[in-house]
């Protein structure tokens, strides 16, 4: 159970720190997560994957 919830800590700052790059980090605090447009989630969704993409390639030394 202690390894799901770090799992979702470490996905949720991830998840957040994709929204300051990409500027949404204000209007999350300001409105919430679910303030968020269907782009704007997909788009912080579509960049999460990729990020763990490129990790398990390096994971695999590739």
């Known amino acids: ?9 470490d996905e949720n700052s991830i998840k ?3 929204a300051e790059e990409i500027g949404l980090a204000d209007k999350i ?5 679910a303030g968020l447009t269907a782009k704007e989630s997909g788009r912080i969704g579509g960049i ?5 993409k490129q990790q398990q390639k390096r994971d695999e030394g590739g």
Do not use: Y
Not at 1 to 9: L, N, R
Not at 29 to 33: A, L, P, V, Y
Not at 48 to 52: D, F, H, I, N, Q
């Open 1 to 9: 159970m202690k390894k799901k919830k770090e799992k979702e800590i």
């Open 16 to 18: 957040f720190e994709i």
């Open 29 to 33: 605090r300001k409105e919430g997560w």
């Open 48 to 52: 999460m994957t990729a990020r763990k």
